[in-house]
């Protein structure tokens, strides 16, 4: 493996830089490393990057894995005498503790060398015991104990061999004792609460495994200069002002910043958050993972399936919540999505501002209001809602992954209203994140100051050119499906006009007249199958990108893969899920709207 190790670097794919990846064949980890392990053997110093694409995708999402950190987890793998199961990196240093903590379901004993940093602070571990976190930090050589989990931050010998669970090393875990430490939860908390190492730090350490002087001049580093006026357009597009002393909170991935800001409100007394049944399937995850740790945090849902309007499920949520005002935490945090995922939907910001305000008033509870405005980074929201109520505490979390990054990097931020209780939360929030270790690296920061600007303009143009195509997209259906005047789960242009430009919709396409019932749930995959045969296609579950392609998925199988069985069966009609398109601000318009006609007109001919 060190002897392929150069060549395969020299020959790294373009596409493997990137922070999506087809999700037509994802492999896992375990599938792409024995793959990649094959044509090592196959190969050796000879592969080329041909050959690396030959071998697959471990993840669609640099988040979940790449192919970069998933051959590095693979060497380490094999240096240690391990599988890859049992190897995973992280972009923070101190993540891989809490997430251990988090998943082994009894104590967990580190034991460092005599005068070695501890990862956290006595009130820094009273605050991680809040969800049940139990980190006893000891100085000394690792001692047996089969009722906790036995933690080394340095690799095990043949005398701790047998004692020793796990490995922390700065950015990496190694689980020595798979018995004791569930390898797959460990891949879901890293997924919903962390990232694996970014992409240039990931090469880098697979440079100097491979004897490779990591270039100077490759250090991927923004001027203070560009993170700052970064940090003030952050401020800018969510709707508040230019405030150095309040600047954004700015983590490694969008879970990332959620997750801070979440573990914030249970610092502070603890938290009832009410959001759609069907957000985000990586959100709604999370709010599950920390609801099950702690009584200080509760998970509640309403529902904008369909044709519900998603003003009046909030007041429902709301209504449902204030029934009995004392069982309530102290705080009430509306976590909600403008433009929603998948049905882009908006709701009427005056009435809910109003709703939200009356609910305070009759529990007697604070109230904060979070926008997920990955939709529409540049909606300037909290303008809008301080305008309306500028009592009202409000945030905008953004996953900077999508229109902001352009697609060149993960991040996430969590933008501070005007309100004095919005600025207090954020530096809980500041707080949480350099705890966790989760702010973003600097190569992050230097990707997202070097491409945040006119990401408003990018958004506007990815508009047209969605709006464009999906007026070809609803045409072809009326034309072969007998007239069926199919919408689109689109914002409005109203809804454009002020500041919500979304690149992208889904759509319920009309059954199959004589169809069976196999026959039309897999209708929404056929027809994104028929779109990625093209290459202006790309399977993948992302948006917000700006390289000239059309994103296609189903999110029922795809973005909403933690959502409940019975919430995604709502978003079907006639037994048909949804598709979802998300498309760039380039592109050649004029052949996607060929694309997709013919598409319709392929899927509805088959079955006549």
């Known amino acids: 493996v060190n002897a392929a190790l150069p060549n395969l670097l020299a020959n790294i794919p373009h596409e493997w830089r990137g922070t999506t990846f087809k999700n037509s064949n994802l492999l896992g980890r375990a599938t792409f490393a024995a793959n990649l392990n094959n044509l090592i053997l196959e190969k050796g110093g000879a592969i080329t990057s041909e050959d690396l694409v030959g071998i697959g995708n471990a993840e669609d999402y640099l988040r979940v894995s790449s192919n970069v950190s998933s051959v590095l987890e693979y060497v380490l793998a094999i240096q240690h005498g391990y599988d890859i199961t049992q190897v995973f990196t992280f972009a923070s240093t101190k993540m891989a503790y809490l997430v251990l903590m988090l998943t082994a379901g009894k104590p967990v004993h580190l034991y460092l060398d005599a005068g070695e940093q501890e990862p956290f602070s006595p009130a820094q571990l009273a605050r991680l015991s809040e969800l049940g976190c139990h980190l006893d930090i000891h100085h000394g050589a690792p001692v047996p104990d089969p009722n906790v989990v036995v933690v080394s931050a340095h690799p095990v010998t043949a005398e701790t061999y047998s004692i020793v669970d796990a490995v922390v090393q700065p950015n990496i875990l190694l689980i020595n004792n798979l018995e004791h430490v569930n390898s797959a939860a460990v891949l879901t908390h890293r997924k919903r609460m962390a990232t694996p190492i970014t992409t240039p730090a990931g090469l880098r350490i697979l440079q100097q ?8 001049e490759d250090t991927l580093r923004a001027s203070q200069e560009g993170i700052d006026d970064f940090y003030a ?3 800018e597009m969510s709707g508040t002002d230019r405030n150095p002393a309040q600047y954004p909170v700015v983590t490694t991935a969008g879970l990332s910043a959620i997750a801070a800001m979440y573990l914030a409100f249970v610092d502070q007394g603890g938290v009832d958050v009410l959001m759609a049944s069907t957000s985000y399937g990586g959100s709604s995850e999370l709010t599950d993972i920390l609801s099950k740790r702690t009584d200080k945090f509760h998970k509640n849902t309403f529902d904008i399936t369909g044709n519900n309007d998603i003003s009046a499920a909030i007041q429902n949520g709301l209504d449902a919540l204030s029934a009995d005002p004392s069982k309530l935490q102290p705080t009430t945090l509306l976590f909600v999505e403008i433009p929603t995922n998948p049905d882009m939907k908006i709701p009427d910001l005056k009435a809910v501002t109003s ?9 007697g509870k604070q109230v904060v209001l979070a926008v997920d ?3 529409a980074p540049g909606s300037r929201v909290m303008r809008k809602l ?3 109520a500028p009592e009202l505490a409000t945030l905008v979390f953004i996953s900077l992954s999508k229109s902001v990054s352009r697609g060149l990097t993960t991040g996430g931020t969590i933008v501070a209203g005007p309100s004095p209780r919005s600025a207090a939360v954020l530096e809980v929030i500041r707080a949480t ?6 702010n973003a690296r600097p190569d992050q920061l230097y990707f997202l100051a070097r491409n945040h600007a006119e990401v408003e303009e990018r958004c506007a143009s990815a508009y047209t050119v969605a709006r464009t195509v999906g007026d070809a997209l609803c045409a072809a259906v009326k034309t072969h499906c007998g007239g069926h005047e199919m919408g689109l789960n689109f914002v409005t242009p109203a809804h454009a006009a002020d500041g919500f430009t979304s690149s992208t919709y889904s759509f319920n396409l009309p ?3 004589n169809g069976s019932q196999a026959d039309n749930e897999a209708l929404a995959q056929d027809f994104t199958t028929l779109l990625e045969a093209h290459p202006e296609f790309k399977p993948c579950v992302s948006f917000g990108q700006d390289n000239g392609l059309v994103y296609a998925t189903v999110p029922a199988t795809s973005t909403q893969g933690a959502i409940k069985l019975e919430d995604k069966a709502k978003q079907a009609v006639g037994g ?3 598709c979802r398109l998300s498309f760039p601000p380039t592109c050649d318009t004029e052949k996607l709207c060929v694309i997709v006609s013919e598409a319709v007109a392929t899927c509805y001919a088959a079955k006549k």
């Open 209 to 216: 495994l491979a004897g490779i002087k990591y270039p100077q």
């Open 233 to 235: 357009h952050l401020q």
């Open 355 to 363: 709703e939200l305000l009356e609910y305070g008033k009759k529990t």
């Open 373 to 375: 405005a990955t939709f």
């Open 386 to 388: 301080s305008a309306l």
């Open 433 to 438: 994140s350099e705890m966790l270790d989760t």
């Open 511 to 513: 059954p199959y007249p």
């Open 576 to 578: 048909v899920q949804l």
